[in-house]
Structure formats: C-alpha cells, structure tokens
C-alpha cells in the first residue's frame, strides 16, 4: 500500500525538529477562558489578545450578544438545511438587508464562511475557458476557487499595477476575464491600490471582485472598506467579506449590484449544496453590522491603536512589513521559522497573544509574527504590548 499521508513527511519532520528545541507547538494554543475581545486566559495566564482578527471588538458588545441569544431561543439551535431548501430563516433574510444597507448595494448573499464565499462565487463566475487574474499573495480561498471552477488563473506580482495591466493586454479580447483584489492583504497588512487597478480592468473588460475581509468595518468613512476609502466603490462588480474579522461571529458574504446576480443562488454549489448558518449566528450579525455604520469613534481609536503599535514597534528595531501603519495589521519580518516561534513563545510567556506565520501562506518565505489591533485595545494596553515586545525581543536577541 502506497501510504498517501507520506506527502507529508518533509512537514512532520520540520515540525519534530523545531518542537525539539523546546519550543511550544504554536498551532495548538488553546484560550481556556475569553475575558473580553482583548484579554483571554491562555496556559492559566491572563493574555492580551493580538492575533484574533476581532478589529471592531463586537463578540463581547451587549446588543450583539443579546440578539443572538433571543434568535437562539425564539428559532433553534440551526436550521439542518441549505438556503435553497428549509434553510432560510427570516434572520438570514434580514442580515441580508443589514448588508445591502451597510454597503448601499442592489444584492448581498450570505454563505457560511468568508472562504465558502469566494469558493462559490468566483467558482461560478468564472468556468472552463475564462480567465481570473490575481494578485500572487492572494488568499487560499481565492485560489481554491479558481481551481474549483477549473478557470484559467494568471497572476501577477503583488500590488503591481503595471503588471496587472501587461497581464490584461496579453489575453483575448473576447474571453471573460475576472479580476480578484484584496482591499488589505492580510499577511503584511498592506493596502491595494485599486484605483489604479479597478480603472486598468476597465480599460481592459474584465470584471472585478474585491475581497474586503481586513478593511470591512475599519477602512472607509464608513467602514465599508478600501474600495470606499479609495472612492472606487460603485465602480466594482462583486464585494466579498467575512463575519469572522470585524462583524465579530462566523460567516461570508458577497454583495453586488449586477442585475442578474440573484441567479447565483441556484447555481453556486458552494452556496446550496451545505446547511445555511444558525439564526442566532445571523442575529449577531446583522446586529454587528448595524452598529458597524455608526462606529466613527471605534475606527479613530482603532487608527491611533495601529500608528502606535507601528511606530513603538519600528522605534524598539523590529523590521515590519510596511513602512507605515496602513491598516489595523502590524507584521514584525522574523529572520527564520526557529527564531519565530521562540518570540511567539516569549511573547506568550510575557502575557500577549500574536499570530505566527509561516510558508506557504507568507510571502517570499517570510516569517511573521502577525499583530492584529483592535477598536478596545486601550492606550495603556498598546503601551504594555510594546513592553513585552522589548523584553522578548531581547530575550531572544531579535532587537
Ligand atoms: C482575504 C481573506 N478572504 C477570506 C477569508 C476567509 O474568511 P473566513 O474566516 O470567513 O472563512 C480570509 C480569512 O482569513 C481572508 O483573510
């Protein structure tokens, strides 16, 4: 027998190798007790929260909580079945509407995680004989949908708008074409400039898609994302987003105002072919979504949280993935894996939580220590982080 798990030898020794050193397995953490969206209690000790993606802070907010406890009560524990069927609730509908408003959008289609939602709509677009370029530092699900939807892919070089447009020009002028952006990449925290990029694929007759599950509820006056910050918001075709960053609970979802996108629900098999998510999941939702119109005062806090981090990290000689805070994303640059995951343990045992990773899903064989912020990290506690980034730093001799 031809074992298959075999593949994955190289990873399991990797893996062995650096456990031995006595480093602490980074991928297995486990928070035994969630104080707040800011402190947890990790391996028995109080632990700020900086790698949790929660950007707006809203798992812990009253009404949110509130409106998925009376849906939970008032429509069960889940709905055993696909939205095409005996899945739709009126809580689905209604989060649905929560986000035509939020975005000021004809159409909005909820799935049950940001991956399933580009799984499924880039997959649909985009068939046998179409093209969808990329972006290379693309997320996974952005991949996995081209390779579900058997599309030609082409990417091109991150962030690179001349060589997006070269890309363009190269293919036939009659073949659909789908460009795929991210607002903000979520491995350095960059911005995209989809200015530039959305008005070169208009030159070019593509369709575009902008995946906004770092900048929903942060970016833009009113946090609806890069595309609104950059003034290009009616000029994309298809928003894609997730519940599980800023909305604060689980799920995805695109918006749009093409005139025949509702027949997405019927062809989607992403979208029809798995149960829909529970009521209450939807009630926090679209409660979290409302309240994320009206957030100004969270997303300044947010901003001064990010440029303080930035610049206390920068000032102390950490090497960071962009000059300047351009999102609530900071990523300290480690110089390998082994040194990487010694920080990630001394900063855990310092009392602070931060993401390690790692190639494949880094660029350029990277090895990052993500910071996520969030809109209830308080001044004092950014003050206390950079403290704990300095004692660890020099503990392992990174600074
Ligand atoms: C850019 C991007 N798109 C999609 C997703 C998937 O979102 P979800 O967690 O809802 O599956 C992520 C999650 O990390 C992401 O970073």
């Known amino acids: ?123 649909t677009l985009a068939g046998k004989g179409d093209y969808v370029i990329l972006d290379i530092d693309s997320h996974a699900s952005i991949y996995d949908g081209c390779a579900m939807g058997n599309a030609e892919i082409v990417a091109f070089r991150h962030n690179d708008v001349e060589a997006l447009e070269k890309r363009l020009k190269r293919l036939p002028a009659e073949a659909g074409k789908l460009v795929v952006l991210e607002g903000v990449y979520s491995m350095l925290g960059d911005v995209a400039p989809l200015k530039e990029m959305i008005r070169v694929c208009k030159e070019n007759g593509a369709m575009t898609l902008v995946d906004e599950a770092h900048s929903m509820g942060f970016i833009g006056e009113n946090g609806r994302g890069v595309c609104e910050d950059q003034g290009v918001i009616d000029d994309v075709d298809f928003v894609i987003g997730t519940f599980s960053k800023s909305v604060g609970t689980v799920g995805g979802f695109c918006v749009s105002n093409h005139p025949k996108f509702e027949i997405m629900r019927l062809v989607c098999r992403p979208y029809v072919f798995t149960a829909s998510l529970p009521p209450s999941v939807m009630a926090t939702a679209s409660t979290s979504i409302r309240k994320l119109m009206h ?16 610049k206390g990290l920068r000032d102390l000689g950490f090497e960071l993935g962009t000059p300047e805070a351009q999102s609530a994303i900071i990523a300290v640059i480690m110089p390998d894996l082994e040194r990487g995951a010694m920080m990630w343990q001394a900063l855990l045992a310092e009392g602070l939580y931060v993401n390690l990773a790692r190639p494949p899903a880094t660029p350029a064989n990277m090895t990052l220590l993500r910071c996520s912020l969030c809109a209830e990290h308080t001044a004092e506690q950014v003050d206390q982080i950079l403290d704990m980034f300095a004692a660890a730093g020099k503990a392992v001799g990174a600074i």
């Open 295 to 310: 957030s100004g005062n969270k997303r300044a806090h947010l901003w001064e949280n990010s440029k303080k981090l930035h």
């Open 1 to 123: 027998m031809n074992d298959l798990l075999s593949k994955f030898d190289p990873l399991i020794q990797e893996r062995e190798t650096l456990l031995a050193t006595g480093v602490k397995d980074p991928f297995s953490l486990v928070m035994e007790e969630v104080k707040s969206p800011t402190v947890a209690i990790c391996n028995g000790k109080e632990t700020i929260l900086l790698g949790t993606y929660n950007y707006m802070g809203m798992t812990f907010d009253d009404d949110v909580q509130q409106a998925g406890l009376t849906a939970l009560k008032d429509f069960g524990s889940g709905t055993t079945g696909s939205r095409v069927l005996n899945g739709t609730y009126s809580p689905h509908r209604d989060c649905e509407e929560a986000l035509k408003e939020f975005y000021g959008m004809d159409h909005a289609m909820v799935f049950s995680t940001g991956y399933q939602a580009n799984l499924g709509i880039i997959s």
